[in-house]
């Protein structure tokens, strides 16, 4: 069965810190990817997505991601962080069918 | 425009009872998913319509839990008997189409807490 690992479950940063959360997707054939946020009491916002082309993807607020094929990742980066950008974080994986399998979170915290 | 809008935000039920939760898709969109989030355990896939077409509903946990929709608009997720580790937020989400590069959309879940 397909699997998402996220292998950051908290992270905790100060503001301007540079963030990089990991994911790793295990299905071999062609995949599209997602990062996924959810803000304190605000429901899922799509971040980025990746479906082919360039494997470096721009997302909102800053964020980008990185599709590594042959080491299955696609972790999510930011070069400065901010206060607002606490939030879950959740990679997605869709490979061979129109299921979206997700990653357990990485919950952010930054500090002021 | 409207986002995808889920019924009740809360429910709170005994152990045993059944329950139904709502979802109104976005307008126009053809694939309806349903997540179960829970605490610890990241979000899980339950179930999907898209169009007329046969739902997967590969993720179902047990028989207890069906799911409708109809007139291929607002989908009924439905728990028999339920039971304490049903006890999560279940998230619907809809799409244009079910397939390709086509994002989701979330509602804001329904927070079910089994007593």
């Known amino acids: 069965a397909q699997s998402v690992s996220q292998h950051n479950h908290h992270v905790i940063l100060s503001e301007a810190a540079s963030l990089e959360l990991g994911c790793n997707y295990s299905?071999?054939?062609?995949?599209?990817l997602f990062w996924y946020v959810q803000y304190p009491g605000q429901h899922l916002q799509l971040l980025l997505k990746y479906f082919s082309g360039d494997p470096l993807v721009k997302g909102i607020k800053g964020f980008e991601a990185e599709f590594i094929k042959s080491k299955f990742s696609f972790n999510l980066r930011k070069p400065s962080v901010q206060w607002s950008d606490t939030a879950e974080y959740f990679c997605?994986?869709?490979?061979?069918?129109?299921?979206?399998?997700f990653g357990t979170g990485t919950r952010l915290q930054v500090f002021p | 425009g409207a986002g995808v809008s889920q019924s009740p935000s809360n429910k709170v039920t005994e152990k045993g009872k059944d329950v139904e939760l709502r979802c109104d898709p976005i307008s126009g969109h053809t694939a309806l998913y349903w997540y179960r989030q829970s605490l610890g355990q990241g979000l899980e896939f339950l179930i999907y319509f898209q169009g007329n077409s046969a739902p997967d509903k590969s993720g179902l946990p047990s028989d207890r839990f069906s799911a409708e929709r109809t007139g291929g608009s607002v989908s009924t997720l439905t728990i028999q008997r339920t039971q304490q580790e049903d006890s999560a937020v279940y998230l619907c989400?809809?799409?244009?189409?079910?397939?390709?590069?086509?994002?989701?959309?979330f509602g804001d879940g329904t927070r079910l807490s089994i007593l």
């Open positions: 989400a809809s799409s244009f189409e079910g397939y390709s590069n086509q994002p989701q959309h």
């Open positions: 997605a994986s869709r490979g061979g069918t129109d299921k979206l399998i």
């Open positions: 299905y071999g054939g062609t995949v599209n």
